[in-house]
């Protein structure tokens, strides 16, 4: 008899317990590395050919104002901490920075454990999770970076490529807690300090470029059917979510594609492209750029293949319903492999084409299908993934979850003022920005100098209203002040301003 009811008791509470468990969504981020705001189908490209991210655009929340860092550093950053970048001291890639220690604050390249990521949270409240590819939030000799005193004097460097000396220190304890597993994942699948694939000597003019095997990363262990390192990430993604099915899991699968150095993903689809008309309107497939394009291409079709991959298997294990997937890009587009003429500027700018992203929210049941104009910043996701893990998190956020704008457009995130502050230099002068409905102010942090656009009418922002609309300027400017006053946001050196 005891046996009878200790055998329905367990008919009855081992599924309740099973769903239960299921209860807490699985999460997959997905980060593209420089794939501009037009380089998709979904978002106007008739050129480059994105088939499984449209259909899934198709079927998702798909953001038109979604915004990163004109880089990958402080988006990274950013992304994982959900704080500003003057909170990590983190403001462009350091290699990349000009100018001297009067002109900047020189970035940092690591992001030190005071600042939580995401993923730590996530693991403490049950989440089996991996990261795959560029990792890009420690430098390459990060107890020495950490023992300095800031700001510093001159900016951060990197080992040449093929100088593999930093490997042996950084599979050590010491250093490991930078990476993945330190930091809330449970394993980790080619991230390193690198922001690029192309570790092997001759790097970028490399055969490989790191994207054909055999891969010179030291954080991918070698596999016989390697080939392609888009495929291999992605591969290793489903074995994970293949192994990890039962648990919630998070996957963040931060492709180092489609970044340079660009390479062909085989012959017979770059003869595709190479032959296929350009798109005029957008500029891409077009001019003395066309082979580099029809190469980038090929890249971007590739990643597209594996995200198509990555749904299906989803579809095929009942796992879609109870996963959350967010698709984005770390900024612009890099103006060697992509162009788009319908916005200004690109990947290290502080304008829409360095800023804006392709960005889509997926989630059957839970979220409505449709575009919005909502801006919407790389800070937002952090908390988003808290809320939707049902994490009651206390860290310091400098974004909003999400979840509000699941369902419908919520009024409050129309006139959500958005800010930047970059305080080093790239492509142009250090600067502090604020975006709040459709205007969008820029204050150069050197000599003050101040741009305002009106992003609806003037996407290309070719007319600086700054002079002829001064109530909107002075008021966002007055926002702007009063933003960095109250966070006791850093300026360079030789700013003219006094806050």
């Given at each position: 008899?005891?046996?009878n009811?200790?055998?329905f008791?367990?008919?009855?509470?081992?599924?309740?317990?099973?769903?239960?468990?299921?209860?807490?969504?699985?999460?997959?981020?997905?980060?593209?590395?420089?794939l501009?705001?037009?380089d998709v189908?979904?978002?106007?490209?008739?050129?480059?050919?994105?088939?499984a991210?449209?259909?899934?655009?198709?079927e998702s929340?798909?953001f038109?104002n979604?915004y990163?860092?004109p880089?990958?550093?402080?988006?990274?950053?950013?992304?994982f901490?959900?704080k500003?970048?003057?909170?990590t001291g983190?403001?462009?890639?350091p290699?990349?920075?000009k100018?001297?220690?009067?002109?900047?604050?020189?970035?940092?390249?690591t992001?030190?454990k005071?600042?939580?990521?995401?993923?730590?949270?996530?693991a403490e409240?049950g989440?089996k999770?991996?990261?795959?590819?560029k990792?890009?939030?420690?430098?390459p000799?990060?107890?020495?970076?950490?023992?300095?005193?800031?700001p510093?004097?001159?900016?951060?460097?990197?080992?040449q490529?093929?100088d593999?000396?930093?490997?042996?220190?950084?599979?050590?304890?010491?250093?490991k807690?930078?990476?993945?597993?330190?930091r809330g994942?449970?394993?980790?699948?080619?991230?390193?300090?690198?922001?690029?694939?192309?570790?092997e000597?001759?790097?970028?003019?490399s055969?490989?470029?790191?994207?054909?095997?055999?891969?010179?990363?030291?954080?991918v262990?070698?596999?016989p059917?390697?080939?392609?390192l888009?495929d291999r990430?992605?591969?290793?993604?489903?074995d994970?979510?293949?192994?990890h099915?039962s648990?919630?899991?998070?996957?963040?699968?931060?492709?180092?594609?489609?970044?340079?150095p660009?390479k062909?993903?085989n012959?017979q689809l770059?003869?595709?492209y190479?032959?296929?008309a350009?798109?005029?309107?957008?500029?891409?497939?077009?001019?003395?750029?066309?082979?580099?394009m029809?190469?980038?291409?090929?890249m971007v079709?590739?990643?597209d293949?594996?995200?198509?991959?990555?749904?299906t298997?989803?579809?095929?294990?009942?796992?879609?319903?109870?996963?959350?997937i967010?698709?984005?890009?770390?900024?612009?587009?890099h103006s060697?492999?992509?162009?788009?003429?319908?916005?200004?500027?690109?990947?290290?700018?502080?304008?829409?084409g360095?800023?804006?992203v392709?960005a889509?929210?997926?989630?059957?049941?839970?979220v409505?299908?449709?575009?919005?104009?909502?801006?919407?910043?790389v800070?937002?996701y952090?908390p988003?993934?808290?809320?939707?893990?049902?994490?009651?998190?206390k860290?310091?956020?400098?974004?909003?979850?999400?979840?509000?704008?699941?369902?419908e457009?919520e009024?409050?995130?129309k006139e959500?003022?958005l800010f930047?502050h970059?305080?080093?230099?790239?492509?142009?002068?250090?600067?502090?920005?604020?975006?709040k409905?459709?205007?969008?102010l820029?204050?150069?942090?050197?000599?003050?100098?101040?741009?305002?656009?009106?992003?609806?009418?003037?996407p290309?922002?070719a007319?600086?209203?700054?002079?002829?609309?001064?109530?909107t300027?002075?008021?966002?400017?007055k926002?702007?002040?009063?933003?960095?006053?109250?966070?006791?946001?850093p300026l360079?050196?030789n700013?003219?301003?006094?806050k």
């Amino acid at each position: 008899m005891k046996k009878n009811i200790l055998y329905f008791l367990l008919l009855f509470f081992y599924p309740l317990a099973s769903i239960l468990a299921q209860q807490k969504p699985n999460i997959i981020f997905i980060l593209v590395d420089d794939l501009g705001y037009a380089d998709v189908g979904f978002n106007g490209s008739k050129y480059f050919e994105t088939p499984a991210l449209d259909a899934l655009a198709k079927e998702s929340l798909v953001f038109d104002n979604a915004y990163m860092y004109p880089t990958c550093s402080p988006s990274r950053a950013a992304l994982f901490t959900g704080k500003q970048s003057f909170r990590t001291g983190v403001y462009t890639v350091p290699v990349l920075e000009k100018g001297d220690a009067q002109e900047n604050i020189f970035s940092r390249w690591t992001v030190g454990k005071e600042h939580s990521i995401y993923a730590k949270p996530l693991a403490e409240n049950g989440y089996k999770s991996i990261h795959l590819g560029k990792w890009h939030i420690v430098g390459p000799f990060p107890e020495k970076e950490l023992a300095m005193s800031w700001p510093i004097q001159q900016r951060l460097d990197q080992p040449q490529a093929g100088d593999f000396t930093w490997v042996e220190n950084h599979k050590t304890p010491a250093v490991k807690q930078y990476y993945p597993e330190g930091r809330g994942f449970i394993k980790n699948v080619g991230g390193t300090f690198r922001g690029d694939p192309a570790l092997e000597e001759g790097g970028y003019k490399s055969e490989t470029g790191g994207y054909r095997a055999p891969f010179s990363n030291p954080f991918v262990e070698p596999k016989p059917d390697d080939e392609w390192l888009t495929d291999r990430l992605a591969n290793d993604a489903i074995d994970f979510m293949d192994e990890h099915k039962s648990s919630p899991f998070l996957v963040n699968l931060h492709f180092y594609a489609v970044h340079r150095p660009i390479k062909n993903r085989n012959d017979q689809l770059f003869d595709k492209y190479i032959n296929k008309a350009g798109d005029p309107e957008l500029g891409q497939g077009i001019g003395k750029n066309k082979e580099r394009m029809a190469s980038y291409a090929t890249m971007v079709q590739s990643m597209d293949e594996n995200i198509g991959r990555i749904v299906t298997y989803l579809k095929k294990n009942n796992l879609e319903e109870n996963t959350l997937i967010i698709i984005t890009s770390d900024n612009g587009y890099h103006s060697m492999a992509s162009e788009n003429l319908k916005l200004r500027g690109s990947k290290g700018e502080i304008y829409e084409g360095g800023l804006k992203v392709p960005a889509l929210i997926h989630w059957p049941g839970k979220v409505k299908a449709r575009r919005t104009e909502i801006p919407i910043s790389v800070m937002d996701y952090f908390p988003t993934m808290m809320d939707v893990a049902r994490i009651n998190y206390k860290g310091q956020l400098d974004g909003n979850s999400l979840t509000p704008l699941f369902l419908e457009d919520e009024n409050s995130f129309k006139e959500r003022p958005l800010f930047w502050h970059l305080a080093s230099q790239y492509k142009h002068g250090t600067c502090s920005v604020i975006r709040k409905g459709d205007y969008k102010l820029i204050q150069f942090l050197a000599d003050g100098k101040l741009e305002l656009y009106n992003l609806k009418s003037d996407p290309l922002e070719a007319n600086n209203l700054a002079e002829t609309q001064t109530k909107t300027t002075q008021k966002l400017l007055k926002e702007l002040v009063t933003w960095r006053i109250k966070n006791k946001v850093p300026l360079p050196p030789n700013s003219s301003l006094s806050k």
